[in-house]
């Protein structure tokens, strides 16, 4: 065992051979030359078609580049021997382009900063601008407690903290003590680490137990347990040759091209091997594809991040090499979508209060197939569905509940919530919800989440969405177990609160081809008019022939669904995200049916005014009369994120009863702080005895209300009956 050395004597000289030593630094690996790396021109060329005119570089099914597809092409390309092309813009790109630029993110994520400096380190950039950003985090930033209950910091994102500060040559002092016993913290018997500190229990993750042993080095710590971290490492290779994240993982225990590379560098650093060298590297030959890049897992669609772990995997065996003669995988045939497939649309988790007028109103004109309401009452999706039936709207409401309160504990990990987004048909029994709004919960297992939860929701025909987790390496286990085992059958990407989960969460890609990706509303606010730009913005589409619950189930089970945002927060550009190229271009070919955007050539659009007739028993609707019957104008505003009204789109101009005008009185309720509205409406109610119909049903007068664009000036106009 080495003996421990304080990090005033960590001369530069073996900071940097312990950097060359995981690999941070822009020396090539050992072996190359131009002439070999010229030898690798599949490769090239396949990291060179993710290149995008913004000067950096994208995931194959993207049209922006972003950060970690760009890191991971830097990186593969110096594996490989080579710079890439265009430096100069690809610099410029890297400084420029962290993930918070889309929007801000509700938490650092320090991996992104890490990603950074390693990539402009590697293009032999100084990054000097990021000295003094570092220099402000001197310690590990709590995670956000209604996300993680006891607020533990995702390790990855600070350590990437750690290795910036060595990458560009900074003194660790000033993260002393706070960094130090953090990590000493979270070291386990065995050598290895993870999120949680060791007192809380659970076992290392592979990924963790490198990030740590990195870390350790660079802060001078104690010398690692060297011959136990070896063993435990070792212990975590599959008979496959691959490794997985832990020995004998409780679930999602699955052979990965990132545990493989992390337990590779991870022994390469403590002078270890793997147990079966060969099968280890027979299992890496594995993963090439026929477009010559590499995959997470065997048959699996290959990614720019997986080639770069792929290939540092291979140079930890010093045989990356290699590449230039591998066997590659044979092509997949293509997916061959039947001409009877129509693309039909869905919504998870739209509004399931407030006016089911509305809902309906927006439903028709957005052309919603599938409407999935959010932790709505039994009665108001009684009465949502009675008014569709009446007004022959063809959509389809289900539940779609966000249950709060359920927390759910990875030894090791953390105890997270934000786990329970559901989807189910109307009147199927998916048994209890595990928590409750409001109250502390107590946290279950994955295991127990699984038989408690998941499995009576199926049975229900239901399904579990995943929402969003951060802790990339929880988030791996879950998902990993899904695939598996069923579990989480699709993954939000485009969200109320987040532009695009693939934008914060990258590593997501990893699932492409294997659980789909939905649009999530996640509604907010009361009501669903107030919440029309999100509706409105992204969606959920879908083929099949009919849009019923079982064409939308085999959708799922078949992968036929693409995620779809085009709205201001995407730019006015159209962001897509689905499970195949054959799926997209099905959908892509067929837009004219489905669009938005657009108003002269489009089948769908946002409905600029809403006139409601409400009687006295329409108990959700805001302004129901005593008794008569009450006319409720709303004009279409732009909303915030949260469901409120901010600026108008369209203004009243007069309200026509019998094609006579009258007058409405305006009614503006404000926000619980008082800053801005919460709701605004005309209102109208009509003389005793001037009803409609008799018994109160729909009779022959018309109400008609005339709206004016604000920016347009064109007038709009809505008719009822009542």
């Known amino acids: 065992m080495n003996s421990a050395h304080p990090c005033t004597d960590l001369s530069r000289r073996n900071l940097l051979k312990s950097l060359v030593a995981v690999g941070a630094v822009v020396a090539l690996p050992r072996g190359f030359s131009a002439q070999t790396a010229a030898t690798n021109a599949p490769v090239l060329k396949y990291l060179a078609a993710h290149a995008r005119p913004d000067g950096g570089y994208a995931f194959a099914d993207q049209q922006r580049s972003h950060l970690t597809p760009t890191y991971a092409v830097i990186g593969a390309y110096r594996l490989l021997g080579q710079m890439p092309p265009n430096r100069v813009a690809l610099t410029d790109y890297v400084r420029t382009h962290h993930p918070r630029e889309l929007k801000k993110l509700e938490q650092e994520r320090r991996i992104f900063e890490f990603q950074q400096v390693q990539s402009l380190v590697w293009l032999g950039d100084p990054a000097g601008e990021f000295h003094e950003r570092l220099k402000t985090w001197t310690a590990p930033l709590p995670y956000l407690k209604q996300y993680e209950q006891h607020g533990y910091p995702i390790f990855q994102s600070e350590l990437g903290l750690v290795q910036c500060r060595a990458l560009l040559g900074m003194d660790s002092e000033p993260l002393k003590p706070a960094f130090s016993d953090y990590v000493t913290a979270r070291r386990r018997a065995n050598g290895s680490y993870n999120n949680t500190p060791t007192a809380d229990g659970g076992d290392g993750h592979v990924m963790n137990t490198l990030w740590g042993l ?31 994240y832990q020995p004998s993982p409780d679930f999602g225990g699955v052979d990965d091209v990132a545990y493989t590379r992390a337990a590779l560098k991870g022994l390469k650093l403590l002078g270890g091997e793997p147990m079966n060298r060969e099968a280890c590297l027979a299992w890496l030959r594995s993963l090439a594809n026929a477009d010559s890049g590499f995959a997470d897992r065997p048959g699996w669609l290959s990614n720019p991040l997986a080639t770069y772990y792929a290939l540092d995997a291979l140079d930890a065996l010093g045989e990356v090499k290699s590449v230039a003669t591998m066997a590659r995988r044979t092509a997949s045939a293509k997916l061959v979508l039947l001409g009877n497939l129509k693309v039909w649309s869905i919504q998870i988790e739209s509004h399931g209060t407030g006016s089911p007028a509305e809902a309906v109103a927006l439903a028709a004109a957005l052309r919603i197939d599938l409407w999935g309401a959010k932790n709505a009452k039994p009665e108001w999706l009684a009465r949502v569905r009675a008014l ?73 025909q239901g399904r579990m969405v995943w929402q969003f987790g951060e802790n990339e390496e929880l988030v791996r286990a879950l998902l990993d177990d899904s695939v598996e085992r069923g579990g989480f059958a699709a993954i939000s990407t485009f969200h109320f609160g987040n532009p695009d989960f693939m934008n914060s969460e990258p590593f997501l890609q990893r699932w492409r081809g294997r659980i789909p990706y939905i649009g999530l509303q996640d509604a907010h606010g009361t009501e669903p008019w107030w919440f029309a730009d999100q509706t409105t913005g992204y969606r959920t589409l879908f083929l099949a022939t009919e849009p019923t619950w079982e064409g939308w189930l085999n959708a799922l089970q078949r992968n036929w669904v693409v995620a779809v945002r085009h709205d201001d927060m995407s730019r006015g550009e159209t962001w897509m995200h689905s499970g195949s190229d054959e799926v997209r271009d099905f959908v892509q070919a067929r837009e004219r049916a489905w669009r938005w955007w657009d108003d002269a050539d489009t089948a769908a659009h946002r409905p600029l005014v809403s006139l409601v007739a409400l009687r006295p028993d329409d108990e959700f609707e805001v302004g129901r009369p005593a008794k008569g019957i009450a006319l409720r104008v709303r004009c279409a505003w732009k909303n915030t994120p949260q469901g409120m009204p901010q600026t108008p789109l369209t203004e ?27 709701d605004r409406y005309h209102l109208y109610v009509l003389p005793e005895g001037a009803g409609g119909g008799a018994g109160g049903k729909t009779g022959t007068r018309t109400a008609t209300v005339v709206a004016r664009e604000i920016v347009t000036k064109r007038e709009v106009t809505q008719t009822v009956r009542f």
Not at 388 to 400: D, I, L, M, S, T
């Open 214 to 244: 990195q870390a350790a080095r660079v802060l001078g710590l104690p010398a690692e347990k060297k011959a136990e971290t070896i063993a435990w490492l070792r212990a975590c290779q599959l008979p496959s040759g691959g490794f997985t």
């Open 652 to 678: 009243f101009v007069k309200l026509l009863v019998g094609g006579a005008d009258v007058l409405p009185t305006l009614v503006e309720r404000k926000r619980p702080n008082g800053n801005g509205l919460a």
């Open 388 to 460: 569709a039936a009446e007004q022959k709207v063809p959509v389809q409401f289900f539940r779609a509940n966000e249950e709060y309160g359920t927390w759910t504990d990875v030894p090791g990990l953390g105890t997270y919530s934000h786990m329970s987004d559901l989807i189910a048909p109307v009147h199927t029994d998916i048994g209890p919800p595990l928590g409750t709004r409001g109250e502390a919960s107590p946290p279950v297992s994955w295991p127990e989440f699984r038989t408690r939860r998941i499995e009576p929701l199926q049975r229900g």
